[in-house]
């Protein structure tokens, strides 16, 4: 028996080098296709001749996403039936947001870093990590809804170049959301065999069980909902303000469903916080579609990465002072008994 743990804990970590090597492969070729479309005295050029301050106003308009993101985050733990305050989730969130832009696991970084918190204030530790992972999905959720509505009030002839890749990159996502969201529809497809040959099947069926409880909780989770939307809402219009800075010019809502797409494209795991992936998207949508030029782009999204970036800071404060640790003794309520009948819920 203990070799045959050594041997699985082996593999995981032999499995887990090969992943890490292919993201760092993936993240290098898409850089490398970026950076062979670039003229470098263009990007000087075109960084020379942008408004200095609308891009600072767009780091302004910014603040409001990750204040909202904090009431997400009480919301879901509610579904869960883990009570904890608005200034401990906003805390929480912007330790999160640090970890996301600053260490190369990325995002993954920055959930471990909330769901070690949470764990530490409530006896329901499973509950609490499922939570972090129904807080991406409304995250996705939310990027693919502002895609559908960009591509619904787009000029076809703005996107003509690019409008199959669009909607089918649109389509797929929404698909995979609605296959997870609902159990109904995973007991009729039967996809779990294929799921489970996944890297990320763990993941996928823990959400998916997760979202039985979010049902008994339907007003909660649509407030969750709402407030995703609205802190996206504040973080397209901060990424379009900066565009506008940066010179690229067409339909608001073309480039709002060029930076949804280009956000849902990073939220894959295939590269460390959708380094050279987000770019190379949006370089792919903005320019065949007649937005801006290569230059412009990449000055837009290294825009993006250094708003995001600014807004993370806090969170270094919040994890270097220790504030973000709970209170000895502070456990979260118990789950309730809507809970326990969640499970019956799709029966």
Same mark, same amino acid.
């Given at each position: ?100 832009? $600053? ?8 959930? =471990? ?144 469903? =060029? ?12 590269? +460390? ?11 792919? =949508? $903005? ?38 640790? +709970? ?7 118990? +789950? ?12």
């Amino acid at each position: 028996m203990p070799g045959n743990v050594n041997d699985r804990r082996e593999s995981r970590s032999h499995m887990s080098g090969v992943r890490n090597v292919a993201r760092v492969l993936v993240c290098a070729a898409a850089i490398a296709w970026v950076l062979r479309r670039l003229d470098w005295e263009e990007l000087s050029a075109a960084w020379d001749a942008s408004d200095k301050v609308w891009i600072g106003l767009a780091f302004l308009v910014f603040l409001p996403a990750p204040l909202m993101q904090a009431v997400r985050l009480v919301w879901i733990l509610r579904v869960q039936d883990i009570s904890i305050g608005y200034w401990v989730s906003l805390k929480l969130t912007f330790a999160g947001n640090f970890f996301n832009n $600053f260490v190369p696991a990325g995002a993954v970084g920055g959930d =471990f870093v909330k769901g070690y918190y949470i764990t530490q204030r409530t006896s329901h530790k499973t509950e609490a990590v499922t939570a972090l992972l129904i807080d991406r999905v409304f995250g996705l959720m939310s990027f693919i809804m502002f895609a559908l509505a960009g591509l619904i009030f787009v000029s076809r002839e703005q996107t003509r170049g690019v409008t199959p890749w669009l909607y089918g990159l649109a389509a797929a996502s929404a698909a995979a959301v609605v296959y997870v969201m609902s159990y109904r529809v995973r007991r009729v497809l039967r996809f779990e065999r294929l799921i489970d040959r996944l890297p990320f099947a763990e993941q996928f069926h823990r959400v998916a069980s997760a979202t039985v409880q979010m049902q008994a909780h339907r007003p909660i989770a649509l407030n969750a909902l709402g407030a995703t939307v609205l802190a996206h809402a504040f973080l397209f219009v901060s990424f379009t303000i900066a565009a506008a800075g940066l010179g690229i010019r067409g339909d608001v809502a073309g480039q709002v469903a =060029f930076l949804a797409i280009s956000l849902v494209i990073a939220t894959v795991p295939v590269s +460390p916080a959708g380094l050279g992936t987000m770019e190379a998207s949006m370089v792919y =949508f $903005f320019v065949n579609g007649g937005y801006g030029t290569t230059e412009q782009v990449l000055l837009l999204a290294l825009a993006m990465r250094a708003i995001q970036l600014f807004w993370a800071m806090p969170g270094a404060a919040a994890y270097l002072t220790g504030s973000c640790r +709970p209170t000895a003794g502070v456990v979260a309520p118990a +789950p309730t008994d809507r809970v326990q009948r969640a499970s019956n819920l799709d029966a």
